[in-house]
Protein backbone atom coordinates (compact mmCIF):
# COMPACT_ATOMS: atom_id res chain seq x y z
CA UNK A 1 0.00 0.00 0.00
CA UNK A 2 1.15 3.89 -0.45
CA UNK A 3 -0.16 6.46 1.27
CA UNK A 4 -0.01 10.11 0.62
CA UNK A 5 -0.28 12.79 3.65
CA UNK A 6 -0.75 16.17 2.82
CA UNK A 7 -0.38 19.10 4.75
CA UNK A 8 0.02 23.19 4.77
CA UNK A 9 -4.15 23.95 4.36
CA UNK A 10 -5.31 26.70 6.25
CA UNK A 11 -6.75 30.07 5.83
CA UNK A 12 -5.34 32.77 4.40
CA UNK A 13 -6.33 36.38 3.54
CA UNK A 14 -6.34 37.21 -0.44
CA UNK A 15 -2.98 38.09 -1.89
CA UNK A 16 -0.78 35.71 0.83
CA UNK A 17 0.73 32.51 0.28
CA UNK A 18 0.53 28.70 1.79
CA UNK A 19 3.18 26.12 0.84
CA UNK A 20 1.05 22.49 0.55
CA UNK A 21 3.32 19.41 1.18
CA UNK A 22 2.36 15.81 0.50
CA UNK A 23 4.56 13.11 1.69
CA UNK A 24 4.38 9.16 0.05
CA UNK A 25 5.17 6.03 2.47
CA UNK A 26 4.32 2.88 1.92
CA UNK A 27 5.81 0.46 -0.57
CA UNK A 28 7.25 2.67 -3.02
CA UNK A 29 9.81 1.10 -5.63
CA UNK A 30 9.19 4.42 -8.18
CA UNK A 31 6.71 7.81 -8.31
CA UNK A 32 5.99 8.74 -11.54
CA UNK A 33 3.82 11.87 -12.20
CA UNK A 34 2.75 13.75 -8.88
CA UNK A 35 -0.01 16.46 -8.85
CA UNK A 36 -2.25 18.46 -7.07
CA UNK A 37 -5.78 18.92 -7.78
CA UNK A 38 -8.34 20.95 -5.92
CA UNK A 39 -12.96 20.72 -5.80
CA UNK A 40 -14.72 23.26 -5.04
CA UNK A 41 -18.44 22.77 -3.60
CA UNK A 42 -20.25 22.29 -6.34
CA UNK A 43 -17.22 22.30 -8.83
CA UNK A 44 -15.61 19.10 -10.35
CA UNK A 45 -12.12 18.00 -9.28
CA UNK A 46 -9.70 20.09 -11.26
CA UNK A 47 -6.23 19.49 -12.03
CA UNK A 48 -4.14 22.29 -10.52
CA UNK A 49 -0.74 21.36 -10.98
CA UNK A 50 1.59 18.56 -12.05
CA UNK A 51 5.27 17.11 -11.98
CA UNK A 52 7.08 14.28 -13.65
CA UNK A 53 9.67 12.52 -12.18
CA UNK A 54 12.09 14.23 -13.99
CA UNK A 55 10.67 17.55 -13.15
CA UNK A 56 8.43 18.87 -16.11
CA UNK A 57 5.89 20.72 -14.45
CA UNK A 58 2.49 21.77 -16.32
CA UNK A 59 -0.06 23.97 -14.29
CA UNK A 60 -3.82 24.91 -14.66
CA UNK A 61 -4.52 28.49 -16.50
CA UNK A 62 -5.77 30.27 -13.63
CA UNK A 63 -2.85 29.50 -11.13
CA UNK A 64 0.48 29.88 -13.79
CA UNK A 65 2.51 32.55 -12.42
CA UNK A 66 1.31 32.06 -9.05
CA UNK A 67 1.30 28.71 -8.05
CA UNK A 68 4.86 26.44 -8.81
CA UNK A 69 4.75 22.40 -8.28
CA UNK A 70 8.05 20.95 -6.61
CA UNK A 71 9.31 17.79 -5.29
CA UNK A 72 11.97 16.01 -3.28
CA UNK A 73 12.65 12.64 -4.65
CA UNK A 74 14.67 11.65 -2.05
CA UNK A 75 11.53 12.16 0.46
CA UNK A 76 9.19 11.65 -1.93
CA UNK A 77 7.10 14.84 -1.18
CA UNK A 78 5.87 17.32 -3.73
CA UNK A 79 5.24 20.77 -2.62
CA UNK A 80 2.93 23.19 -3.86
CA UNK A 81 3.87 26.87 -3.26
CA UNK A 82 0.78 29.24 -3.85
CA UNK A 83 1.43 33.00 -4.07
CA UNK A 84 -0.87 35.95 -4.49
CA UNK A 85 -4.01 33.85 -3.46
CA UNK A 86 -7.21 34.69 -4.49
CA UNK A 87 -11.10 33.60 -2.62
CA UNK A 88 -11.45 31.53 -6.23
CA UNK A 89 -8.61 29.25 -4.96
CA UNK A 90 -10.35 28.41 -1.80
CA UNK A 91 -11.33 24.22 -2.17
CA UNK A 92 -10.32 21.11 -1.00
CA UNK A 93 -6.51 20.19 -2.13
CA UNK A 94 -5.75 16.46 -3.11
CA UNK A 95 -2.36 15.19 -3.60
CA UNK A 96 -2.06 12.37 -6.22
CA UNK A 97 0.59 9.95 -7.42
CA UNK A 98 1.22 7.55 -10.08
CA UNK A 99 4.07 5.12 -9.18
CA UNK A 100 4.82 1.47 -9.43
CA UNK A 101 5.20 -0.44 -5.68
CA UNK A 102 7.37 -2.97 -7.52
CA UNK A 103 8.98 -3.79 -11.44
CA UNK A 104 5.38 -4.92 -11.94
CA UNK A 105 2.65 -3.59 -9.93
CA UNK A 106 1.41 -0.11 -10.14
CA UNK A 107 -0.43 2.24 -7.93
CA UNK A 108 -2.52 5.34 -8.30
CA UNK A 109 -3.13 7.13 -5.08
CA UNK A 110 -5.08 9.98 -3.93
CA UNK A 111 -4.76 11.77 -0.24
CA UNK A 112 -7.32 12.74 2.04
CA UNK A 113 -7.36 16.61 0.91
CA UNK A 114 -6.46 19.47 2.81
CA UNK A 115 -8.79 22.28 2.83
CA UNK A 116 -7.40 25.94 1.32
CA UNK A 117 -10.07 29.07 2.46
CA UNK A 118 -8.91 32.39 0.87
CA UNK A 119 -11.16 35.28 2.39
CA UNK A 120 -11.05 38.00 4.24
Known amino acids: QVQLVESGGGLVQPGGSLRLSCAASGSIFTIDTMDWYRQAPGNQRELVAA???????KYADSVKGRFTISRDNAKNTVYLQMNSLKPDDTAVYYC??????????????WGQGTQVTVSS
Open 51 to 57: ISSDGDT
Open 96 to 109: HAIGRRTILAKFNT
